[in-house]
């Protein structure tokens, strides 16, 4: 049972009492409302009218209101003093909780327990810094003695100074005595490994209750955060995942997730130097490092010394403890992969996990997992072992906090942090550990005899930058938007080449995006962007993914240039959101837009719902009639999509047999998440979850639809009426389509294809290279890298089945996948499974089917690529959508050319659509707002003379298209005045300022006067 009815509680109230429209599916459940003390609205963060009976919600609801969670947009505001104590929102009590059978705490009862703890305590603060998928609240606890706001504003801007300024925090003698140690301890973002968060709360009443005497000390040289539950929709559902039914733990660069937007947000506000994450179960208590191999854009020097003799002072400290119940290695003590594992068996090499993901801020990090595995009915843990494996947690935290409490090891720890970020910010090339280099490695040295050729890491080029062309060298404007707002989302630097600038052969023009690798995030930057490694040679298997690069696998065209020592690449502003796409044409005539990306996929379905004729043309654009240009304004708009004006040459091809007109699909899915997810994202709403003993039982679940979506198994091998109904589907025109040899083989049932899939044996878990024939369906904004976790390639294809794409001669570019034989198999039997049996196979396979009916053709696609694979590849989720409306039956009626070729409808006046009309007659307000988003052009000029070199010369424009001339525009820096400007005739004002190198939020005033109210624009800067 996934639904809980108890989370509605006080979150409806909240939310009707601050007039957020509750939605109507939390509306008709007030009746179940628990009242809750009044809800101080203002101090719950992160409160979202996404609060939801996930009973009463549809899936489709679920995954978009999951995209839109609360975190997903803003950085975390985190308390201006400590302690901050707001009222929580109190949840229902759940009978069906699945931590009650091992009488572990409920999600429920977290609340009140920190209520009770921030009534008693003045070391104890709690924040709300997400929703759960279901709508619980994610709370982040922290534990220090008090702070004044002028000691917490010291502390946030040591924090950014470590970051930003590393040079002179590595110099800054009072920052290195005074900084309180960031130490974060996170649990239970797999929701059946429950543990955590119980030894989490009863720690957390210990810090905030015990004499000073006892742990004074500890409050006054740390910041401890605590993350009780990181997925409490799993913790009470006993699920991995989270609701959405994904797993959290591998979602840290995907983010489809509320859990880990919250997580991101968490990690960046922390900043901490040591991160747990407690999970189970592995049998004996283990803790990282990890084993081989190692991430390739890690600083293993800065963090592996600390990290190990951290991991062995836990051994000996719950050694020491000899909890009843917790069982040892047979050497006596606790698993420490990087010690135990040497052949692949844990590593850190994907940074998808929480605790290599952290490790990107330069903090020493772990998973830890518990002993004892679940035991209990329905997969629940037993209250005895729920009881030891807590006992061993509670001591691995005090351990951990114990050892970050050391000033020694604090201070070594810290100078690491700020090392990190140093050298992202040097220009230095980055140097990866090797058994040479382990002697000179400063710090404890436990860990060094066991550093070997294993543990090397693969060698590294950083690039100087990657530049995200826009124009013409871009294959989607709309994945490229995307992109950059991941990036962004991840704290990753973007800037935007102010003028048209060339590198190479290649001339990028203006707006292109660059992100430069000279910044504090350069490691997680380069580790998301760069293609990776082939590692099969390196190790037999992989823990995860082996390959996962933004460039590849996001549909952007994404170009790495230069070497890391270059200098900037040209004249750049840093941007805060990626430019909008969005414009349409002056006219409402037919107009034309490329179906590239995802985003264009979700408009285009949104047309569609809508009603509106669109044909999709063979070069894979669409058309849509001027009747229908007020809708495709809006939609473009919602979507952020060009929208231009059609072409003689668009207009023509609507009559051509090539061109297709769509519809509005109605779709089943056989499948995961996954694939509910990616066609949900896609815009394919009206979805439906079938299964094959489902259809059997009611048949009626196909009426109607037009695409069936295999995603895994669909044998109607001995269901007749599930057989019947989809060969009623075909009979009609509707298409089957799908992933893997779940779909092949169900195509082959039904004749549609014939062949034979093969399947990756093993750990294959790469990105690769494909090759699309001429005349594919998948050549219009043709790609050539796929994904493959695993791989599935068709041979000894019949004469109907037409290949689409192929595996290219040479497929392996990065992960893991290595030539196989089958298990079992005598040793010295050749392999017949890897990159080479899959080289030059078809990877994308169709076929068309003519029906009984005259006329009435079926058709098929399957992809043996892993389109949606952990929704992360969202290159593939448009090759998909692709092959979706080329498989799917055509709309009734044809949109037809406007008579006479004009592209403009004569039938209807011309409507600018962006300007309004001079004619209006609407007065205008007596006062109006000063435009406060401004275009910011900077221009640096270096000073040449050695004595100023210091210094760079800064001159800013802003520009304001409606800003009074004569009125001032004020620029400050952290309060300080740095210039006031007159705005000019031309509406732009020029500020001439010196500044050091560094980065810089300047706050443009702009005053107002007697018919414009003031307004201010804040201005990010980076001065190299
Ligand atoms: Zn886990």
Same mark, same amino acid.
Request: glycine letters at 8%; charged letters at 15%; a neutral charge.
């Given at each position: 049972?996934?639904?809980?009815?108890?989370?509605?509680?006080?979150?409806?109230?909240?939310?009707?009492?601050?007039?957020?429209?509750?939605?109507?599916?939390?509306?008709?459940?007030?009746?179940?409302?628990?009242?809750?003390?009044?809800?101080?609205?203002?101090?719950?963060?992160?409160?979202?009218?996404?609060?939801?009976?996930?009973?009463?919600?549809?899936?489709?609801?679920?995954?978009?209101?999951?995209?839109?969670?609360?975190?997903?947009?803003?950085?975390?505001?985190?308390?201006?003093?400590?302690?901050?104590?707001?009222?929580?929102?109190?949840?229902?009590?759940?009978?069906?909780?699945?931590?009650?059978?091992?009488?572990?705490?409920?999600?429920?009862?977290?609340?009140?327990?920190?209520?009770?703890?921030?009534?008693?305590?003045?070391?104890?603060?709690?924040?709300?810094?997400?929703?759960?998928?279901?709508?619980?609240?994610?709370?982040?606890?922290?534990?220090?003695?008090?702070?004044?706001?002028?000691?917490?504003?010291?502390?946030?801007?040591?924090?950014?100074?470590?970051?930003?300024?590393?040079?002179?925090?590595?110099?800054?003698?009072?920052?290195?005595?005074?900084?309180?140690?960031?130490?974060?301890?996170?649990?239970?973002?797999?929701?059946?490994?429950?543990?955590?968060?119980?030894?989490?709360?009863?720690?957390?009443?210990?810090?905030?209750?015990?004499?000073?005497?006892?742990?004074?000390?500890?409050?006054?040289?740390?910041?401890?955060?605590?993350?009780?539950?990181?997925?409490?929709?799993?913790?009470?559902?006993?699920?991995?995942?989270?609701?959405?039914?994904?797993?959290?733990?591998?979602?840290?660069?995907?983010?489809?997730?509320?859990?880990?937007?919250?997580?991101?947000?968490?990690?960046?506000?922390?900043?901490?130097?040591?991160?747990?994450?407690?999970?189970?179960?592995?049998?004996?208590?283990?803790?990282?490092?990890?084993?081989?191999?190692?991430?390739?854009?890690?600083?293993?020097?800065?963090?592996?010394?600390?990290?190990?003799?951290?991991?062995?002072?836990?051994?000996?400290?719950?050694?020491?403890?000899?909890?009843?119940?917790?069982?040892?290695?047979?050497?006596?003590?606790?698993?420490?992969?990087?010690?135990?594992?040497?052949?692949?068996?844990?590593?850190?090499?994907?940074?998808?996990?929480?605790?290599?993901?952290?490790?990107?801020?330069?903090?020493?990090?772990?998973?830890?997992?518990?002993?004892?595995?679940?035991?209990?009915?329905?997969?629940?843990?037993?209250?005895?072992?729920?009881?030891?494996?807590?006992?061993?947690?509670?001591?691995?935290?005090?351990?951990?906090?114990?050892?970050?409490?050391?000033?020694?090891?604090?201070?070594?720890?810290?100078?690491?942090?700020?090392?990190?970020?140093?050298?992202?910010?040097?220009?230095?090339?980055?140097?990866?550990?090797?058994?040479?280099?382990?002697?000179?490695?400063?710090?404890?040295?436990?860990?060094?005899?066991?550093?070997?050729?294993?543990?090397?890491?693969?060698?590294?080029?950083?690039?100087?930058?990657?530049?995200?062309?826009?124009?013409?060298?871009?294959?989607?404007?709309?994945?490229?938007?995307?992109?950059?707002?991941?990036?962004?989302?991840?704290?990753?630097?973007?800037?935007?080449?102010?003028?048209?600038?060339?590198?190479?052969?290649?001339?990028?023009?203006?707006?292109?995006?660059?992100?430069?690798?000279?910044?504090?995030?350069?490691?997680?930057?380069?580790?998301?962007?760069?293609?990776?490694?082939?590692?099969?040679?390196?190790?037999?298997?992989?823990?995860?993914?082996?390959?996962?690069?933004?460039?590849?696998?996001?549909?952007?065209?994404?170009?790495?240039?230069?070497?890391?020592?270059?200098?900037?690449?040209?004249?750049?502003?840093?941007?805060?959101?990626?430019?909008?796409?969005?414009?349409?044409?002056?006219?409402?005539?037919?107009?034309?837009?490329?179906?590239?990306?995802?985003?264009?996929?979700?408009?285009?379905?949104?047309?569609?719902?809508?009603?509106?004729?669109?044909?999709?043309?063979?070069?894979?654009?669409?058309?849509?009639?001027?009747?229908?240009?007020?809708?495709?304004?809006?939609?473009?708009?919602?979507?952020?999509?060009?929208?231009?004006?059609?072409?003689?040459?668009?207009?023509?091809?609507?009559?051509?047999?090539?061109?297709?007109?769509?519809?509005?699909?109605?779709?089943?899915?056989?499948?995961?998440?996954?694939?509910?997810?990616?066609?949900?994202?896609?815009?394919?709403?009206?979805?439906?979850?079938?299964?094959?003993?489902?259809?059997?039982?009611?048949?009626?679940?196909?009426?109607?639809?037009?695409?069936?979506?295999?995603?895994?198994?669909?044998?109607?091998?001995?269901?007749?009426?599930?057989? &019947? @109904?989809?060969?009623?589907? *075909?009979?009609? %025109?509707? !298409? $089957? /389509?799908?992933? #893997? +040899? =779940?779909?092949?083989? &169900? @195509?082959?049932?039904?004749? *549609?294809?014939? %062949?034979? !899939? $093969? /399947?990756?044996? #093993? +750990? =294959?878990?790469?990105?690769?290279?494909?090759?699309?024939?001429?005349?594919?369906?998948?050549?219009?904004?043709?790609?050539?890298? =796929?994904?493959?976790?695993?791989?599935?390639?068709?041979?000894?294809?019949?004469?109907?089945?037409?290949?689409?794409?192929?595996?290219?001669?040479?497929?392996?570019?990065?992960?893991?996948?290595?030539?196989?034989?089958?298990?079992?198999?005598?040793?010295?039997?050749?392999?017949?499974?890897?990159?080479?049996?899959?080289?030059?196979?078809?990877?994308?396979?169709?076929?068309?089917?003519?029906?009984?009916?005259?006329?009435?053709?079926?058709?098929?696609?399957?992809?043996?690529?892993?389109?949606?694979?952990?929704?992360?590849?969202?290159?593939?989720?448009?090759?998909?959508?692709?092959?979706?409306?080329?498989?799917?039956?055509?709309?009734?009626?044809?949109?037809?050319?406007?008579?006479?070729?004009?592209?403009?409808?004569?039938?209807?006046?011309?409507?600018?659509?962006?300007?309004?009309?001079?004619?209006?007659?609407?007065?205008?307000?007596?006062?109006?707002?000063?435009?406060?988003?401004?275009?910011?052009?900077?221009?640096?000029?270096?000073?040449?003379?050695?004595?100023?070199?210091?210094?760079?010369?800064?001159?800013?424009?802003?520009?304001?298209?409606?800003?009074?001339?004569?009125?001032?525009?004020?620029?400050?820096?952290?309060?300080?005045?740095?210039?006031?400007?007159?705005?000019?005739?031309?509406?732009?004002?020029?500020?001439?300022?010196?500044?050091?190198?560094?980065?810089?939020?300047?706050?443009?005033?702009?005053?107002?006067?007697?018919?414009?109210?003031?307004?201010?624009?804040?201005?990010?800067?980076?001065?190299?």
């Amino acid at each position: 049972m996934r639904t809980s009815r108890a989370v509605i509680g006080a979150t409806s109230l909240a939310l009707a009492a601050t007039s957020v429209l509750a939605s109507t599916a939390t509306s008709a459940t007030a009746d179940e409302v628990t009242p809750a003390p009044t809800a101080s609205v203002a101090d719950n963060r992160g409160l979202s009218a996404s609060s939801s009976d996930a009973a009463r919600t549809s899936q489709a609801r679920v995954v978009r209101e999951a995209a839109e969670s609360p975190v997903s947009g803003t950085p975390l505001t985190m308390p201006s003093a400590y302690p901050y104590q707001p009222q929580l929102q109190l949840y229902r009590d759940n009978p069906s909780d699945a931590s009650k059978p091992a009488q572990l705490l409920g999600h429920p009862d977290l609340a009140p327990k920190l209520e009770e703890l921030m009534a008693k305590s003045d070391r104890i603060s709690v924040q709300v810094v997400g929703q759960s998928t279901q709508g619980r609240d994610l709370y982040l606890v922290t534990l220090t003695a008090p702070e004044t706001s002028a000691e917490t504003a010291r502390q946030a801007a040591w924090k950014t100074k470590i970051k930003d300024d590393p040079t002179a925090a590595a110099k800054d003698t009072l920052l290195q005595a005074q900084y309180k140690t960031p130490v974060w301890i996170s649990n239970n973002i797999h929701g059946n490994e429950w543990e955590g968060t119980d030894a989490a709360m009863q720690y957390i009443e210990y810090l905030a209750t015990a004499p000073l005497s006892e742990v004074g000390s500890i409050l006054r040289n740390n910041r401890l955060y605590f993350s009780p539950s990181l997925n409490p929709d799993g913790r009470t559902n006993a699920t991995r995942a989270t609701a959405l039914g994904l797993d959290p733990n591998r979602d840290m660069i995907t983010n489809a997730t509320a859990e880990t937007k919250s997580y991101i947000r968490s990690v960046q506000a922390i900043q901490p130097i040591y991160t747990a994450d407690f999970h189970g179960y592995t049998g004996v208590l283990q803790i990282e490092p990890c084993g081989p191999p190692h991430g390739t854009n890690y600083e293993y020097d800065l963090s592996i010394p600390h990290n190990y003799a951290l991991a062995l002072k836990v051994e000996q400290d719950v050694v020491a403890a000899a909890i009843p119940g917790n069982p040892l290695t047979s050497a006596g003590g606790i698993a420490i992969p990087y010690r135990d594992d040497q052949e692949g068996g844990w590593d850190d090499f994907p940074p998808v996990f929480s605790a290599q993901y952290s490790a990107f801020f330069g903090a020493a990090t772990s998973t830890v997992e518990l002993p004892l595995g679940r035991a209990g009915a329905g997969g629940t843990q037993t209250p005895e072992r729920a009881k030891v494996n807590t006992a061993v947690a509670l001591q691995t935290m005090k351990s951990i906090v114990g050892y970050m409490n050391d000033p020694t090891s604090a201070k070594e720890m810290l100078s690491n942090q700020i090392e990190t970020f140093r050298r992202a910010q040097s220009e230095e090339p980055k140097k990866q550990l090797t058994v040479s280099g382990v002697s000179s490695v400063p710090g404890p040295t436990q860990w060094r005899p066991l550093w070997d050729t294993l543990d090397d890491q693969e060698p590294l080029v950083l690039p100087n930058a990657y530049v995200i062309p826009r124009g013409a060298g871009q294959r989607s404007e709309s994945d490229a938007a995307a992109l950059v707002k991941q990036l962004l989302f991840h704290d990753i630097e973007v800037d935007r080449l102010t003028s048209a600038t060339t590198v190479g052969a290649k001339t990028y023009p203006a707006g292109s995006y660059v992100v430069d690798l000279d910044q504090p995030m350069r490691g997680l930057a380069n580790s998301l962007l760069d293609l990776g490694d082939d590692i099969s040679d390196t190790v037999p298997q992989l823990y995860a993914d082996g390959a996962w690069s933004y460039s590849y696998l996001w549909g952007a065209t994404v170009d790495k240039v230069g070497v890391v020592t270059d200098g900037p690449i040209g004249a750049s502003t840093p941007v805060s959101a990626p430019t909008s796409n969005y414009s349409v044409p002056a006219t409402a005539g037919y107009a034309t837009f490329d179906v590239a990306g995802v985003a264009d996929f979700t408009a285009l379905n949104a047309l569609l719902e809508q009603d509106v004729p669109v044909s999709m043309l063979a070069d894979g654009s669409a058309v849509v009639g001027s009747a229908s240009a007020a809708t495709a304004a809006e939609v473009a708009k919602t979507y952020d999509i060009d929208l231009e004006p059609a072409t003689a040459a668009d207009l023509e091809a609507l009559d051509d047999a090539t061109t297709k007109p769509l519809r509005d699909l109605k779709v089943a899915y056989v499948g995961t998440a996954d694939d509910r997810i990616a066609l949900t994202t896609l815009g394919f709403d009206d979805l439906t979850q079938v299964t094959a003993a489902g259809i059997q039982a009611d048949a009626s679940l196909l009426d109607g639809v037009d695409v069936l979506w295999i995603g895994s198994t669909f044998s109607t091998a001995t269901a007749p009426v599930a057989k &019947a @109904a989809v060969q009623g589907l *075909l009979d009609r %025109g509707g !298409a $089957l /389509t799908g992933r #893997g +040899s =779940a779909a092949f083989n &169900a @195509a082959k049932d039904f004749g *549609l294809m014939a %062949g034979t !899939a $093969l /399947t990756s044996a #093993g +750990s =294959a878990t790469a990105l690769v290279s494909v090759d699309t024939p001429k005349g594919s369906v998948l050549e219009p904004y043709r790609q050539d890298t =796929a994904y493959i976790y695993p791989a599935t390639w068709f041979t000894d294809l019949g004469a109907g089945t037409t290949v689409q794409q192929t595996y290219s001669s040479k497929p392996m570019l990065a992960g893991h996948w290595r030539p196989s034989v089958p298990a079992g198999s005598p040793v010295g039997t050749v392999p017949t499974n890897g990159p080479a049996y899959a080289a030059n196979n078809a990877s994308v396979v169709s076929s068309e089917t003519q029906r009984r009916t005259a006329g009435v053709k079926a058709r098929s696609i399957v992809f043996g690529t892993s389109v949606f694979f952990r929704t992360n590849p969202k290159s593939l989720f448009s090759q998909a959508a692709r092959g979706i409306f080329w498989a799917a039956p055509a709309a009734a009626s044809r949109l037809s050319s406007p008579a006479g070729g004009s592209t403009t409808s004569p039938a209807q006046p011309s409507t600018p659509t962006q300007t309004t009309s001079p004619t209006q007659t609407t007065p205008a307000p007596s006062t109006v707002k000063a435009p406060s988003s401004l275009e910011v052009s900077t221009k640096v000029k270096r000073a040449k003379s050695r004595a100023a070199k210091k210094t760079v010369k800064v001159s800013i424009a802003l520009s304001a298209a409606s800003a009074t001339p004569g009125s001032t525009v004020t620029l400050t820096r952290a309060g300080k005045t740095l210039a006031v400007v007159q705005v000019a005739a031309d509406g732009t004002a020029v500020v001439k300022v010196k500044l050091r190198k560094g980065r810089y939020t300047l706050v443009a005033s702009y005053a107002g006067t007697a018919t414009v109210t003031g307004s201010t624009d804040t201005v990010k800067l980076r001065v190299r």
